[in-house]
């Protein structure tokens, strides 16, 4: 049995580790970040070409099952595996690990919200977690930024005032604690990614009485099976064999 493996997540890089040598699977990455943390095992690197791309790649290296790792926030990946699966009648699952719970944050559903939010609430100094393509959002604001992100965003996609915090988790208490407390920070921005490997700033904002703006996960596709757990998923691909 052959598996494709989209990760691009710790939970990818451990579910590889699970299963190889004993399940043939090759791990995809996007190929978004230089220097990735790679995944034991076999390792192909770069887009398919949209749902027809993945369709022939899946054919051509004769795929028995795909488990979908990627990042909760990953929608485009996510709706191509499970179009190209259920088109092929491929066995499919997503792993996604369970959100974080929402507290008392305010629950946006989209960057452009988060910004509304932030202006709504007059916020002046925020830690913005969103990753690299959600500082586009706040470009037009006049309040002040601490981004953090793995790689680089664009100039144009940089709001005026903001400082740079180039760095990859996972991320402690006590660093999170200093960060907000050095920078003055009075309101958080973060995705639901969910996850124990960033989840430190929450608690941290929680304990600083700082406000947390959340941009809540976008919807799974229907119908796909879904696991929460590594474990769960190497269940799954144990009992596809
Ligand atoms: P996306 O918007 O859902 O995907 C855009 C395109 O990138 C896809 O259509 C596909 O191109 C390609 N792609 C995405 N993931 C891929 C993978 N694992 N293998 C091969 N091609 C992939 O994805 P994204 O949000 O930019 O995320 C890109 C990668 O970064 C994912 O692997 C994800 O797990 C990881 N990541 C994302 C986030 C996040 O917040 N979004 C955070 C941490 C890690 P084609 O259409 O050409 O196939």
Not at 136 to 152: K, M, N, Q
Not at 182 to 201: F, Q
């Amino acid at each position: 049995m052959r598996v494709l493996l989209l990760g691009g997540t710790a939970e990818g890089r451990a579910l590889a580790k699970t299963l190889h040598p004993d399940v043939d699977v090759i791990s995809s990455l996007a190929g978004r970040v230089p220097d990735p943390a790679l995944p034991v095992g076999e390792v192909r690197i770069g887009g398919f070409g949209g749902v027809d791309g993945l369709k022939s790649w899946l054919r051509e290296h004769d795929i028995d099952a795909v488990v979908d790792a990627t990042h909760p926030f990953a929608a485009t990946m996510t709706a191509h595996a499970a179009q190209a699966c259920k088109e092929l009648r491929i066995n499919h699952l997503v792993l996604a690990r369970p959100p974080w719970d929402h507290g008392a944050a305010t629950v946006v559903t989209s960057d452009s919200e988060a910004a509304k939010a932030v202006a709504a609430q007059r916020y002046e100094r925020i830690f913005l977690t969103t990753g690299r393509s959600g500082t586009s959002a706040f470009v037009g604001s006049d309040a002040w930024f601490l981004i953090r992100a793995v790689t680089e965003p664009d100039v144009h996609a940089l709001p005026r005032n903001h400082q740079l915090l180039l760095s990859r988790g996972p991320y402690d208490y006590d660093s999170e604690i200093a960060i907000m407390r050095e920078h003055r920070i009075d309101a958080l921005v973060t995705k639901n990614s969910g996850g124990d490997m960033t989840k430190a700033k929450l608690d941290a904002a929680v304990a600083l009485d700082i406000p947390v703006v959340m941009v809540d996960r976008p919807p799974l596709p229907k119908d796909v099976h879904k696991a929460d757990t590594v474990e769960q998923a190497a269940d799954w691909v144990a009992r596809q064999a």
